[in-house]
C-alpha cells in the first residue's frame, strides 16, 4: 500500500480509530453525569465497570494494531484460546476426552498460520474437513461408546464457533491488505468490529429505553423487537457512513453490510444465550469486569466474522 | 503470637508420641537473599503465566484471601496445581512466608521434587504416621513465626474433583492456636486440568471461592470444628453448582 500513514496506519483507520476514542470519552463523562449523586464508597457500578473495560478493550485493540500484523494475529490467537478455553470449561466434558482437548486446542496456531499466510483454500477447509475428521477419530480410539455421540457433537460445535469463527478476523486483516487499497485489511477489520460492538451497545441502549415486545422471550428474556430493529437502523446507518471512508464498498453496500451484520450479531448473540441457558449459567467466565466471559463480548462475532468475510470476499474480491 | 515454644505444648491428640522431636528435614529459618530471588523468578515467569494466563481462575470473594500471616489457608486437594494456584495469588513479595504443608516422603523422595519442593515452593515438609516428628508442632512453630500455610486436609489428591472426607490434624493445629484465622478456599476444575496419575496440563477455567475464615475459639472443640469447616465448604462447594466429572 501507498500513500501517507499515520502512527503506521492508512489516514482513514486511523481517524475511524480516533472516533472511537472520542465515543468512549464521552461515554466516561456520561457514566460521571449519570452517577453524580453516587456516594464514592460504593463499589463500581456495573456501567462504570463497563466503560472501564471497554477502555481496556480498545486501547489493547490499538497497541496491537499498531504493533503490526503479525503482533495482530497472535493476538488473535490469544483471544480465541480464551474463548475456547470458556467453551470448553463450560461445557460438561469427561476424563476421557482430556488429550483430545488438547488436540483442539492446537487447531489455533494452525489455523491462524494459514490466515497469516493467505492461504485461503487451507484457511476454508482445515478445521471443517481435518480437525472434524481428526477429532472425530482421536474420540473414536479412545475406545469410549457412551456418550460419543454427544462428545463429538459439543467438540466439534465449540470448535467451529470459536477458531474457525473468530478466525476470520484474522484472515479479513491479512487478505484485505492485498486487495484494497483504501485503508487496508485493518480498515475492513475495524469496520467488522466496530459495527458488531456497535450494534451490540446501541441494541442494548434501544432496548433498554424502549424495549417493550419481547423477541425470543425463551431464550434471551432481555432482548425486544425495539432493541433489535433500533439496534439495525443505527448501524446500517453508522455503515453507510464508515463504510466508504474504511474499505472500497459504496454507500449503499456499507449499509446494507450494516445491516447484514446487524442481524448476523444479533443472532450470534442469542446463540450464546442459548447455550448459557442451556447449561445454566449467566456469564460465560468472569474475565471482563461489567461483561462477563470473553465469549459474552464475542458472541456476536461468531457469527458477524464469517458473514461479513464471505460475503464481502464474494462481491469485492478480484 | 510469637512467643509459643514447641516444647512447652500439650500435643491434643498424639499420646504415644512423647519427644519433641527436632524437625527432621529443613523447615523455616530465614531463606537466602538468593533462593528468594529464584522463587520469585520461578512465580513470576512460570507459575503465574501458567495459572492466570494458560489456566484461568474465576475468583469469588478475592479480598477475603489473606495475603500474610498467622494464618491457616485450606482448600480442597484435587490436583498439584492446587497448590501452584493458592500461591499465584499471593504477591510475589510474600512468597517465603506461604508454606504450603506437604508430605515428606513424597515431595522428598530424591533431588528433583526436593529442589522444587524446598526450593521453589517452600513446603513445610511433615512425616506421615507421625513417628518421628510431630506435625502439629512444625505447623504450631511456623505460625509463631508468622508465616501463613496452606492445608489440604482432605490429605492426599484422591479423585479428581470429589470432596473427600477431611482429616482431624488441621483440627489439632487450630486448638493449638486457637486465635489463628482459618480460610476455606474451594478449588475446582484444577482436578480437570492435571488430575492425579497424568502429565498432560489440559487448559481450562478453573474457580477459587474464598469463604469467611473461621477462628477455632469460636467453635466450641474439635469436633464443632471440624463441623463447622466441613459446613462452610459444602456451602461454598454448592455455590458453583458443578456437576460431578467422570
Same mark, same amino acid.
Given at each position: 500500500m501507498t500513500g501517507e500513514r499515520i502512527l503506521g496506519l492508512a489516514p482513514p483507520a486511523f481517524w475511524a480509530l480516533a472516533a472511537v476514542y472520542c465515543v468512549l470519552v464521552a461515554a466516561s463523562f456520561a457514566t460521571l453525569w449519570l452517577e453524580?449523586?453516587?456516594?464514592?464508597? %460504593?463499589?463500581?457500578s456495573e456501567l462504570r465497570q463497563r466503560v472501564r473495560s471497554w477502555w481496556l478493550m480498545v486501547g489493547l485493540f490499538t497497541l496491537v494494531v499498531l504493533a503490526g500484523r503479525l503482533a495482530a494475529i497472535v493476538a488473535i490467537g490469544l483471544v480465541i484460546f480464551l474463548a475456547l478455553k470458556e467453551y470448553l470449561s463450560l461445557i460438561p466434558t469427561r476424563r476421557v476426552e482430556r488429550a483430545t482437548l488438547l488436540w483442539v486446542y492446537l487447531t489455533i496456531p494452525i489455523q491462524l498460520t494459514f490466515a497469516y499466510h493467505e492461504n485461503y483454500e487451507l484457511f476454508i477447509v482445515f478445521v471443517p474437513v481435518w480437525a472434524y475428521l481428526f477429532i472425530t477419530m482421536a474420540l473414536v480410539l479412545r475406545g469410549e461408546t457412551q456418550g460419543f455421540l454427544r462428545s463429538v457433537g459439543m467438540i466439534s460445535w465449540g470448535l467451529m464457533m470459536t477458531v474457525f469463527a473468530l478466525s476470520h478476523l484474522g484472515f479479513l486483516l491479512v487478505a484485505g491488505d492485498r486487495v484494497i487499497p483504501v485503508a487496508g485489511g485493518a480498515g475492513l477489520l475495524f469496520f467488522l468490529l466496530f459495527m458488531t460492538q456497535a450494534n451490540d451497545v446501541a441494541q442494548y441502549v434501544w432496548g433498554r429505553s %424502549?424495549?417493550?415486545?419481547?423477541?425470543l422471550p425463551t431464550v434471551s428474556p432481555n432482548k425486544t423487537w425495539e432493541g433489535f430493529l433500533g439496534g439495525l437502523v443505527t448501524t446500517t446507518v453508522l455503515a453507510a457512513i464508515a463504510g466508504p471512508l474504511l474499505t472500497p464498498m459504496p454507500i449503499a453496500w456499507s449499509a446494507a453490510a450494516g445491516a447484514m451484520l446487524a442481524i448476523a450479531g444479533f443472532l450470534g448473540d442469542v446463540t450464546m444465550s442459548a447455550l448459557k441457558r442451556d447449561l445454566g449459567v449467566k456469564d460465560t467466565s468472569a474475565m471482563i469486569p461489567g461483561h462477563g466471559g470473553v465469549l459474552d463480548r464475542l458472541d456476536s462475532l461468531t457469527f458477524a466474522a464469517p458473514v461479513f468475510t464471505h460475503a464481502y470476499r464474494f462481491f469485492f474480491f478480484p | 503470637m510469637t512467643s509459643g515454644q514447641a516444647n512447652e505444648e500439650t500435643r491434643p491428640g498424639r499420646p504415644r508420641n512423647p519427644a519433641p522431636a527436632p524437625a527432621n528435614p529443613p523447615a523455616g529459618g530465614i531463606p537466602s537473599w538468593r533462593s528468594r530471588q529464584l522463587k520469585r523468578a520461578f512465580f513470576a515467569l512460570f507459575v503465574r503465566p501458567l495459572i492466570l494466563l494458560v489456566l484461568g481462575i474465576n475468583m469469588r470473594r478475592r479480598h477475603l484471601l489473606p495475603t500474610r500471616g498467622p494464618g491457616i489457608i485450606v482448600a480442597n486437594h484435587n490436583s498439584h496445581l492446587d497448590t501452584l494456584t493458592l500461591m499465584a495469588l499471593m504477591p510475589l513479595g510474600r512468597l517465603p512466608e506461604v508454606r504450603p504443608v506437604a508430605a515428606a516422603d513424597y515431595f522428598l523422595a530424591n533431588r528433583w521434587l526436593r529442589f522444587i519442593a524446598l526450593d521453589l515452593l517452600g513446603i513445610l515438609p511433615i512425616a506421615r504416621g507421625?513417628?518421628?516428628?510431630?506435625p502439629i508442632a512444625l505447623c504450631r512453630e511456623a505460625l509463631d513465626r508468622g508465616e501463613l500455610l496452606i492445608l489440604f486436609p482432605e490429605g492426599s489428591r484422591g479423585d479428581p474433583e470429589r470432596l473427600a472426607e477431611f482429616k482431624k490434624g488441621i483440627s489439632l493445629i487450630a486448638r493449638s492456636r486457637p486465635d489463628v484465622p482459618i480460610t476455606p478456599v474451594f478449588l475446582h476444575g484444577l482436578g480437570k486440568a492435571l488430575p492425579k496419575g497424568s502429565f498432560l496440563l489440559v487448559p481450562f477455567f478453573c474457580d477459587a471461592f474464598v469463604g469467611e475464615p473461621i477462628v477455632y475459639?469460636?467453635?466450641?472443640g474439635p469436633d464443632e470444628f471440624m463441623d463447622l469447616l466441613e459446613r462452610r465448604f459444602r456451602t461454598l462447594a454448592a455455590e458453583g453448582n458443578f456437576e460431578p466429572w467422570e
Amino acid at each position: 500500500m501507498t500513500g501517507e500513514r499515520i502512527l503506521g496506519l492508512a489516514p482513514p483507520a486511523f481517524w475511524a480509530l480516533a472516533a472511537v476514542y472520542c465515543v468512549l470519552v464521552a461515554a466516561s463523562f456520561a457514566t460521571l453525569w449519570l452517577e453524580r449523586g453516587r456516594p464514592a464508597s %460504593l463499589p463500581a457500578s456495573e456501567l462504570r465497570q463497563r466503560v472501564r473495560s471497554w477502555w481496556l478493550m480498545v486501547g489493547l485493540f490499538t497497541l496491537v494494531v499498531l504493533a503490526g500484523r503479525l503482533a495482530a494475529i497472535v493476538a488473535i490467537g490469544l483471544v480465541i484460546f480464551l474463548a475456547l478455553k470458556e467453551y470448553l470449561s463450560l461445557i460438561p466434558t469427561r476424563r476421557v476426552e482430556r488429550a483430545t482437548l488438547l488436540w483442539v486446542y492446537l487447531t489455533i496456531p494452525i489455523q491462524l498460520t494459514f490466515a497469516y499466510h493467505e492461504n485461503y483454500e487451507l484457511f476454508i477447509v482445515f478445521v471443517p474437513v481435518w480437525a472434524y475428521l481428526f477429532i472425530t477419530m482421536a474420540l473414536v480410539l479412545r475406545g469410549e461408546t457412551q456418550g460419543f455421540l454427544r462428545s463429538v457433537g459439543m467438540i466439534s460445535w465449540g470448535l467451529m464457533m470459536t477458531v474457525f469463527a473468530l478466525s476470520h478476523l484474522g484472515f479479513l486483516l491479512v487478505a484485505g491488505d492485498r486487495v484494497i487499497p483504501v485503508a487496508g485489511g485493518a480498515g475492513l477489520l475495524f469496520f467488522l468490529l466496530f459495527m458488531t460492538q456497535a450494534n451490540d451497545v446501541a441494541q442494548y441502549v434501544w432496548g433498554r429505553s %424502549l424495549g417493550r415486545r419481547k423477541i425470543l422471550p425463551t431464550v434471551s428474556p432481555n432482548k425486544t423487537w425495539e432493541g433489535f430493529l433500533g439496534g439495525l437502523v443505527t448501524t446500517t446507518v453508522l455503515a453507510a457512513i464508515a463504510g466508504p471512508l474504511l474499505t472500497p464498498m459504496p454507500i449503499a453496500w456499507s449499509a446494507a453490510a450494516g445491516a447484514m451484520l446487524a442481524i448476523a450479531g444479533f443472532l450470534g448473540d442469542v446463540t450464546m444465550s442459548a447455550l448459557k441457558r442451556d447449561l445454566g449459567v449467566k456469564d460465560t467466565s468472569a474475565m471482563i469486569p461489567g461483561h462477563g466471559g470473553v465469549l459474552d463480548r464475542l458472541d456476536s462475532l461468531t457469527f458477524a466474522a464469517p458473514v461479513f468475510t464471505h460475503a464481502y470476499r464474494f462481491f469485492f474480491f478480484p | 503470637m510469637t512467643s509459643g515454644q514447641a516444647n512447652e505444648e500439650t500435643r491434643p491428640g498424639r499420646p504415644r508420641n512423647p519427644a519433641p522431636a527436632p524437625a527432621n528435614p529443613p523447615a523455616g529459618g530465614i531463606p537466602s537473599w538468593r533462593s528468594r530471588q529464584l522463587k520469585r523468578a520461578f512465580f513470576a515467569l512460570f507459575v503465574r503465566p501458567l495459572i492466570l494466563l494458560v489456566l484461568g481462575i474465576n475468583m469469588r470473594r478475592r479480598h477475603l484471601l489473606p495475603t500474610r500471616g498467622p494464618g491457616i489457608i485450606v482448600a480442597n486437594h484435587n490436583s498439584h496445581l492446587d497448590t501452584l494456584t493458592l500461591m499465584a495469588l499471593m504477591p510475589l513479595g510474600r512468597l517465603p512466608e506461604v508454606r504450603p504443608v506437604a508430605a515428606a516422603d513424597y515431595f522428598l523422595a530424591n533431588r528433583w521434587l526436593r529442589f522444587i519442593a524446598l526450593d521453589l515452593l517452600g513446603i513445610l515438609p511433615i512425616a506421615r504416621g507421625g513417628i518421628v516428628s510431630n506435625p502439629i508442632a512444625l505447623c504450631r512453630e511456623a505460625l509463631d513465626r508468622g508465616e501463613l500455610l496452606i492445608l489440604f486436609p482432605e490429605g492426599s489428591r484422591g479423585d479428581p474433583e470429589r470432596l473427600a472426607e477431611f482429616k482431624k490434624g488441621i483440627s489439632l493445629i487450630a486448638r493449638s492456636r486457637p486465635d489463628v484465622p482459618i480460610t476455606p478456599v474451594f478449588l475446582h476444575g484444577l482436578g480437570k486440568a492435571l488430575p492425579k496419575g497424568s502429565f498432560l496440563l489440559v487448559p481450562f477455567f478453573c474457580d477459587a471461592f474464598v469463604g469467611e475464615p473461621i477462628v477455632y475459639r469460636d467453635s466450641g472443640g474439635p469436633d464443632e470444628f471440624m463441623d463447622l469447616l466441613e459446613r462452610r465448604f459444602r456451602t461454598l462447594a454448592a455455590e458453583g453448582n458443578f456437576e460431578p466429572w467422570e
